[in-house]
């Protein structure tokens, strides 16, 4: 139904489950879907939402999302930040003609002292647009930026996904930190997880990847577990798939992983890798992730010789990645923790054999050793070698793991399953809010339907104020005005930060300005090493979505 028969109170058709099409906010302050899992995530789930007869607004800031195309109802709106962390130029000072607004000084003021803004910032700039454009949405669903603008009213009924509590990202990056400095360095990184542990506690609504997230949410951030609900993500069971006509690479290991993030394992597989050539010579590791130029990772190919024995590929598409993966002999997940593991999914989904750790949620996903994949503890590199050992040499095991992974991937792990429990999910929330909002139909602040479209200049005017091309303008009377009642030191102070203090029609590509990608969703990602300004690179996608990240930027 077009936007225009909407307005003139045309009879809807039912979305899937028979009710009233739901209209839906969906929020993420990082979208690239090549380089962090949170672009993945919003890509699948929105597109999934729109195949059940919703209409999803997608909210991002750089990277821009990218959408999928052809379906009535997806569209991007961009917020944007300054984008402090893009290519080629991270940890940028911004001229004086880019700041909007305090916000903006937040943001840069933040970075200058060794933190993390953006969930904070991104959360401010939603808030304010999001009641700017109240009526418009249903519900809110937000991506974990577990910031303190979406406490408190934003117009609809709010709706948040945690994948993991960041903390466990932040303890593995202490206990890998190998001096003072790095150690103080983490932890100012890191300071917004106090805020996101203090928003956390206060949210009506949290879905979360798997179980063992969700004891992890009780624990780490103390939400209560009544108000917690599993909703298993999944891979695209379409593109990921069997294809007996790609060949198969006789000794080819596969793992997607960040280098420098102790969280994904990576410098034991490449252990393990030294181990097992010594029974079997062709054994080759291809990482789906940055070449590190030093580090743990780094040292111990050389320390092994492993230097031709270890390919590093990024910005591939997705039909490559499927290639690459349906190629190899052995995908391999080598994480010392993991929130769920798109990767584990994917890999059983092309029927390629998985190995993988029981670190975190890998084992809800990858099921029982012996029967849908071969389990070994995390960080154990003589296990790896030794699991590496029996697939490579085991055709018929090979076959069997291969087949019996994608059998559970489409029992249990699909999109499809995934948008069905959120929408649940949505309407339990609105039922709670009392039923919906007003009769008043806001919606012509939407694109028309037709495919992927682009909002550009994030916030909608106040009422009376002058149109933005950005976050928000400026009002007359100080920077704090035009806010919402958010004004300047109103918002709890970030974490660490200073008191006081939508993808466009380019669907199909990145947002331009990608962050520095190491890695998955940036947990874990080397955090900067000065007080006076950063100087080591950021984490690409500080979301908790990173176990899931393709590290392909």
Known sequence: MTAEAREAGAPEDPAADGLRPLDIALLTYKGNPFCGGQGVYVRHLSRELARLGHR???????????????????????????????????????????????????????????????????????????????????????????????????????????HHPITVDRQLELDAADSRQRRWSVRRWYAFTRMQKRVARRLPSVLTVSGTSRQEIVDHLGVRQDRIHVVHIGADTDLFSPDPSVPVVPGRIVTTSSADVPLKGLVYLVEALAKVRAEHPGAHLVVVGKRPAEGPVAQAMERYGLEGAVDFVKGISDAELVDLVRSAQVACVPSLYEGFSLPAAEAMATGTPLLATT?????????????????????????????????????DLRARLGAAGRERVLRHFTWARAAEGTVARYREAIERAGGGRDTADHRTTRPASGGPATARGAASPAPGGPATTGAASVAPGGPAAATDGAAQGSVPAAAGAPAGAGPSARVGSAGAGSPLSASSAGAGSPAPTAATGPVSPAPADVTGVNSESRATC
Request: aromatic share 8%; hydrophobic share 35%.
């Open 56 to 162: 999803v607004e997608v909210i991002g800031a750089q990277p821009y999302p990218v959408l999928d195309e052809g379906y009535d109802g997806l569209s991007l709106t961009e917020l944007p930040s300054l984008d402090l962390y893009r290519q080629p130029d991270p940890f940028r000072t911004p001229g004086r003609g880019e700041y909007r607004d305090w916000i903006d000084a937040l943001e840069v003021a933040t970075m200058w002292t060794g933190g993390f803004p953006e969930p904070l910032t991104f959360s401010l700039r939603a808030r304010r647009h999001l009641r700017a454009r109240r009526g418009a949405f249903d519900v809110v669903h937000d991506n974990q930026t577990l910031g303190y603008g979406l406490l408190g009213d934003v117009g609809a009924p709010l709706v948040t996904t945690i």
């Open 359 to 395: 670190g975190g949620a890998i084992p809800e996903v990858a099921g029982r050793d012996g029967e849908t994949c071969l389990a070994v503890p995390p960080g154990d590199s003589g296990a790896l070698a030794a699991g590496l050992g029996r697939l490579l040499g085991d055709p």
